[in-house]
């Protein structure tokens, strides 16, 4: 009868140990004494013993350490030991106009001024669709540390706002450029690496521009 | 039960202690080696988490660059293992919000990023052929069964301790482990 059988979510009950002793029995008798039973039992198990055996570590990327170790330096150069909210600002600063991608960048941009970063119309048609996909990822997360930005402004002075929009409007210069060059040379891939991490750059700012209220 | 990381990280490294004291006070060098010993238990489970190999990058980047952070305040009463864990943890769950976003850019299906060498010493199956059918069957599940499948089956947490880091009932934890596993035995047994 279908309804003797042990159905799945107790099977599970039963393989992470979580059923009462008595009902631990019954099902264990019925794994053993049903074959349709014993065969998802012992598929069960299997993908279970199997996960428990893969390797805990992996192999990390190439280059990882030496990003990290960027990020970190950087880090370290505008943690503020005077803790006050024009030097919290100028760190915010700092994040943006110490990065080599940045100067990198900066050294096509003429005047960079606050603009939105919006894609142009044509670009789904040149660029390639991967990082179309990722730059709308970007953007999204821009948008959402841009929220909470705007939410923190009030608890923020006046000089580390304008600081702040200050360094984004360096940065968003600085990809405006970077990507008018990349719609002429669609297929170079170290531009699309720096892009990408001019971004990530916007977005740390972001994230520690909304954080400053807590932090101060 | 300890944890998995935790069992394959303890006894804690000879000299541990000292490189974090050194780490603390700003020795790049000794951070890079706790980075060295650790790295690929993060990354691995950054990447089952995510089942994708650039998030998973990303991800544990940011691991490491808020343990520098936070260096200073770790005290030492877990293995600095398990405290990375935790950070990795906290932070691969607080992605998830925009994940769904993310998702357009890289399929999770890609089967890169499953194939990734482990680690010498990192325990693992013999069989490297169902390992690899195994990871890539786990980064092609939902994204919520897979965090709870990962957390659970493979790193060892318990449901409640899943249900409390990802702020589900305990019975939805049940429910995407199983949902997961049925997954898992269907695509394997293809």
Not at chain 1, 89 to 116: F, K, Y
């Amino acid at each position: 009868m279908m309804s003797d059988h042990v159905d799945f979510a107790v099977m599970n009950d039963l393989l992470d140990g979580s059923l009462e002793p008595e009902r631990r029995a019954v099902a264990l008798h019925h794994v053993d004494t049903c074959e349709a039973c014993a065969g998802t039992w012992t598929a069960l198990r299997d993908v279970h013993e199997l996960s428990r055996s893969l390797p805990t570590a992996l192999r990390e990327p190439e280059g990882l350490w030496e990003d990290i170790r960027d990020s970190i330096e950087r880090s370290r150069t505008v943690t503020p030991r005077v803790p006050s909210r024009l030097l919290a600002a100028a760190a915010v600063v700092l994040i943006a106009l110490t990065s080599g991608v940045t100067a990198w960048l900066m050294r096509t941009t003429d005047s960079p001024r606050s603009v939105a970063v919006r894609p142009a119309a044509n670009a789904a048609e040149v660029l390639p669709a991967a990082f179309i996909a990722a730059e709308q990822g970007y953007a999204a997360d821009v948008a959402e540390l841009r929220a909470l930005f705007e939410s923190a402004r009030p608890s923020l002075t006046p000089e580390t706002v304008r600081v702040v929009e200050q360094s984004l409007a360096t940065i968003d210069g600085a990809i405006v450029e970077a990507r008018r060059a990349l719609l002429a040379d669609p297929g170079n891939v170290e531009l699309v690496g720096l892009i990408g991490a001019t971004y990530r750059q916007k977005i740390e700012l972001l994230r520690r521009a909304a954080e400053l209220p807590h932090s101060l | 039960m300890p944890l998995a990381f935790e069992a394959a990280a303890s006894p804690r490294p000879a000299g541990e202690a000292e490189l974090i004291r050194r780490a603390q006070s700003g020795d790049e060098a000794a951070f890079r080696q706790l980075y060295e010993a650790t790295v690929g238990h993060i990354f691995a489970l950054c990447l089952r988490m995510t089942g994708d190999r650039l998030r998973a990058r990303e991800l544990t980047h940011d691991v490491y660059v808020r343990a520098w952070e936070r260096l200073s305040g770790f005290r030492g009463d877990a293995a600095l293992g398990s405290w990375l864990h935790r950070i990795a943890v906290n932070i691969v769950l607080a992605d998830e919000r925009g994940a769904k976003r993310r998702r357009a850019r890289i399929g999770l299906a890609d089967d890169e990023g499953v194939e990734e060498e482990s680690v010498a010493g990192a325990g693992g199956s013999d069989d490297p052929d169902t390992r690899v059918d195994l990871e890539r069957a786990i980064a092609l599940l939902p994204p919520r069964a897979r965090r709870v499948f990962v957390l659970h089956d493979v790193v060892g947490y318990q449901h409640a301790e899943i249900a409390e880091l990802m702020s589900l009932a305990e019975a939805t934890v049940r429910v995407h482990l199983h949902h997961a596993r049925r997954m898992l035995m269907e695509r394997l047994s293809r």
